[in-house]
């Protein structure tokens, strides 16, 4: 299947460099040889170690291997940690800390303040044996992020779509948004925990503008990996029109919602280069879709109605 980048990752290396800190990347779902890695980085002294509840058994290895009873701090982040934090901070864990939720700005207060106490009980996403009253931790302000350390995801990420040009694919993913306002019952709480139903929308040109960066460095497709890419039609409009006005040759797929698209707005999305949306159909039942709160119209008739010519 499809492999693709923690962005949240590439947003934290991006913030460690900037405040001076030496960092290092490691996936792994495909680096070879992990162990053989770590050993060469034996002066690691801070880890942190992103994972679901599908890998947390690995995740805890990992930490062991790295920690080996000795005086390094490890920090677990992700949809598991955000949700269940007791489950991986506790007496006798690997891990020392969770910082849950949107957890980027609150790593650098953590490794800012690591002796200081008091400091650390007034980050809100931190949670550990000394510090169990944690939130989850929404960023306001998507903007002020920086760009992911794209150079450290290389050209190992692809999807596998059907791409219409006769070369290789070279992935590029950007996070126009964050949050989804929807309240499918189906969609993961892991995820939806950690990623909130607040709807944050970055720039549009900041959003171009990382696209034209992308493919500077050689890509020549771009995911958006947002939860709901056409939460807002006029966003997306907005981000077709600017990537039109800069002549950007760019192939780009997208997941959006069903009934939050129509002719007009799929029309604008492939005239800027767009060639597949991912979106769910879910059952063709009704009933069933209005009990998982994905849509309260006549489902069958919702194709019908917002792609007729």
Not at 63 to 87: D, M, Q, R, V
Not at 202 to 209: A, C, E, L
Not at 218 to 232: H, M, P, Y
Not at 275 to 287: K, L
Request: charged content about 30%.
């Amino acid at each position: 299947g499809d492999v693709v980048p923690k962005l949240q990752i590439g947003y934290i290396l991006s913030l460690l460099e900037k405040n001076n800190c030496i960092c290092y990347s490691l996936d792994c779902r495909i680096d070879k040889n992990i162990y053989g890695i770590l050993n060469s980085y034996k002066d690691i002294e801070i880890a942190v170690i992103s994972f679901n509840t599908y890998d947390y058994k690995f995740a805890f290895k990992l930490a062991e291997k790295i920690k080996n009873n000795k005086e390094k701090i490890i920090i677990g982040i992700g949809p598991h940690a955000s949700s269940l934090p007791h489950t991986v901070v506790y007496e006798g864990s690997p891990f020392d800390y969770v910082l849950r939720g949107e957890c980027e700005y609150d790593l650098i207060k953590l490794i800012e303040n690591l002796d200081n106490k008091n400091e650390l009980k007034n980050i809100n996403g931190l949670y550990s044996l000394g510090k169990k009253d944690s939130a989850i931790s929404i960023i306001d302000d998507v903007n002020g992020l920086p760009y992911p350390k794209y150079h450290l995801f290389g050209g190992r990420y692809y999807d596998i779509l059907p791409v219409d040009f006769l070369k290789k694919a070279m992935w590029g993913y950007v996070n126009a948004s964050r949050g989804c306002p929807n309240l499918c019952t189906y969609c993961s709480p892991m995820n939806r925990v950690s990623y909130d139903y607040k709807y944050r929308i970055r720039p549009v040109k900041s959003v171009v503008d990382e696209i034209e960066y992308l493919i500077s460095l050689d890509k020549n497709v771009i995911e958006f990996l947002d939860d709901n890419f056409t939460v807002s039609k006029r966003f997306v409009m907005d981000i077709c029109d600017e990537i039109r006005n800069r002549d950007l040759n760019i192939k780009w797929v997208a997941q959006a919602k069903i009934d939050t698209l129509n002719l007009e707005l799929i029309d604008n999305m492939k005239e800027a280069g767009c060639f597949c949306i991912r979106t769910g159909i879910e059952t063709g039942s009704n009933r069933i879709i209005k009990e998982v709160k994905k849509y309260n119209g006549d489902w069958k008739k919702l194709t019908i109605e917002n792609f007729r010519h």
